[in-house]
T-cell receptor
């Protein structure tokens, strides 16, 4: 069974600084995908970034990058140059890459607050 | 581009009343569709998923049901709501493109059962 652990219930960062949100995972599947989603107060889950377990390079999408350390089973999200609009809940998720339907497993989330 | 719609955005219903939440996707064909529930301050719980018309799988036994009458339409229903059905309901879609397909979520429906 897969498990996602986000140990930081809340994080604070000042505007324009970088912040790292932690995510560790546990799986016995040889291939899997890792995802990060942002959930602002409006409730919508916004897809941010994806990392495949087989990818040689860390994923990047604009100000978001994923610090993937396979041996340590961690997939931390790095947000550079934080903005006030980054204040939200952030969820890490993973899914095995296998044939047939595979469930997307979410962590409990980290609430990020960006201050001016 | 693809878009996903959910309605209503908010709903207040008495215990024992019926429920119908609708989700539609535009700009893609034969998507996988999902219904999730998020209780206040909690993570997401997968309720149902569908890989095609009239092909529904349930993840959690409960008094909710789902239907997919058209390729891009997914409906969540209940005949009699319980207090515990309160929560934030999210619909999502994905398309298998090799690797782990990414799920994209709708704006959600906030349901309060009184």
């Amino acid at each position: 069974a897969q498990k996602i652990t986000q140990t930081q219930p809340g994080m604070f960062v000042q505007e324009k600084e970088a912040v790292t949100l932690d995510c560790t995972y546990d799986t016995s599947d040889p291939s899997y995908g890792l995802f990060w989603y942002k959930q602002p107060s409006s409730g919508e889950m916004i897809f941010l970034i994806y990392q495949g377990s087989y990818d040689q390079q860390n994923a990047t999408e604009g100000r978001y990058s994923l610090n993937f350390q396979k041996a340590r089973k961690s997939a931390n999200l790095v947000i550079s140059a934080s903005q006030l609009g980054d204040s939200a809940m952030y969820f890490c998720a993973m899914r095995p890459i296998l044939t047939g339907f595979q469930k997307l497993v979410f962590g409990t989330g980290t609430r990020l607050l960006v201050s001016p | 581009s693809q878009t996903i719609h959910q309605w209503p955005a908010t709903l207040v219903q008495p215990v024992g009343s019926p429920l119908s939440l609708e989700c539609t996707v535009e700009g893609t064909s034969n998507p996988n569709l999902y219904w999730y529930r998020q209780a206040a301050g909690r993570g997401l719980q997968l309720l149902f998923y569908s890989i095609g018309i009239d092909q529904i799988s349930s993840e959690v036994p409960q008094n909710l049901s789902a239907s997919r009458p058209q390729d891009r339409q997914f409906i969540l229903s209940s005949k009699k709501l319980l207090l515990s059905d309160s929560g934030f309901y999210l619909c999502a879609w994905s398309v298998q493109q090799g690797g782990a397909d990414t799920q994209y979520f709708g704006p959600g429906t906030r349901l309060t059962v009184l």
